[in-house]
């Protein structure tokens, strides 16, 4: 393996708050580890076409504060393909970059996964997508803003379901994960959540219809997590339409996903960013560095995608209990 004296980091995958900030620590960190930084614009695509930038500490001035990713993320299909990884890594060798960190979810660490296994360069990966579905760290990050997000805005739904006396369903995003909808309903005093792990959709619906929705209560709001099992929250609302029931739908889209973050995302993109470099000057190679209990851990990229992180089960009993 060549010295290790130059780092390449790039965004990718679906934008969260908190990139920004990771971004700022892992160029201020290799900095003041003597390393050179060069910055990837647009995920992997950014890699293949081959922009690529030299970044000093004051490129990631000001910066800690900003939502989504200064250095722009895409999708890229052209990774995928032996022939698109075989160009990223010519340019790599061009820009003579010896290491890579990337900050995404699940999709950009497989692509990291093939592309290390392909190559002979070492990866880092810092875990940042709002949806929390990453095994290997309690939180990633973009997870608390937007589970911020969600508490207020169900907090401006509240007043108009209670002032119409009416059913809301809340859609939010997780792709197969529940915990927005789990941990946002019990921010947010929500009646249920309909999320994929727990149980089936039909009995927690039933559930619903059974303590929920007929007891004194003038107005009910659920969260429902995105997914294509159920159809969400417009799937659930035909269902419940059938059943003599008239919700109101709303999805809370991309709002989600943007904002300035949290403080505890910026500390989390702080202490991650940090130590992804540290990984890389100790010769780690091929995992993601996350947070569990408090400590710092390095998870190797194939349990951080393949494996589950379920939801605190628990968490749903709370739900159900504050709900009556
Ligand atoms: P989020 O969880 O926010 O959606 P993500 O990292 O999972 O983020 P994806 O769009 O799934 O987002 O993946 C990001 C990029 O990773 C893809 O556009 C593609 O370039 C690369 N990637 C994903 N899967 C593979 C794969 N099997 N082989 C090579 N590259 C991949």
Redesign the pocket.
């Known amino acids: 393996m060549h010295k290790l004296n130059c780092i390449g980091v790039l965004t990718?995958?679906?934008?969260?708050p908190g990139m920004n900030a990771a971004l700022r620590a892992v160029t201020r960190t290799a900095i003041f580890n003597n390393l050179q930084v060069k910055a990837i614009y647009r995920?992997?695509?950014g890699l293949i076409t081959g922009e690529i930038v030299p970044f000093q500490t004051e490129s990631v001035s000001n910066i800690i504060q900003r939502g989504g990713t200064i250095l722009k993320t895409?999708?890229?299909?052209?990774?995928?393909t032996p022939e698109g990884?075989r160009q990223a890594y010519d340019n790599l060798v061009r820009e003579g970059i010896n290491a890579l960190i990337v900050i995404?979810?699940?999709?950009?660490?497989?692509?990291a996964h093939?592309?290390s296994q392909e190559y002979e360069i070492p990866i880092v990966g810092i875990p940042?997508?709002?949806?929390n579905?990453l095994y290997g760290t309690d939180s990633t990050i973009g997870y608390d803003t937007a589970l911020n997000t969600i508490t207020d805005a169900v907090d401006k739904i509240r007043d108009t379901a209670s002032s119409l006396e009416r059913l809301f369903l809340v859609e939010v995003m997780g792709?197969d994960a529940g915990y927005l909808a789990l941990y946002g309903a019990i921010a947010s005093g929500a009646e249920s959540a309909i999320i994929p792990e727990i149980v089936t959709e039909e009995d927690q619906l039933e559930g619903l219809i059974q303590n929920g929705f007929r007891k004194t209560k003038n107005s009910s709001i659920v969260l429902v997590s995105e997914s294509e099992k159920t159809g969400g929250a417009f799937g659930i609302a035909a269902r419940l339409k059938e059943k003599g029931f008239t919700p109101h739908v709303t999805k809370l889209g991309h709002i989600q996903r943007g904002g300035s973050p949290s403080a505890i995302d910026r500390i989390l993109a702080s202490r991650i960013g940090v130590a992804a470099v540290d990984a890389l000057l100790d010769e780690q190679r091929n995992i993601m560095v996350g947070i569990v209990k408090d400590e710092i851990v390095h998870v190797p990229f194939n349990r951080a995608i393949k494996d589950k992180k379920p939801v605190e089960k628990y968490m749903f009993d709370v739900l159900r209990l504050l709900s009556i």
């Open positions: 990718s995958g679906g934008d969260a995920g992997y695509r895409a999708r890229c299909p052209e990774f995928q990884r995404g979810g699940n999709g950009t660490f497989t692509g093939i592309f940042g997508t709002i949806d579905d792709r």
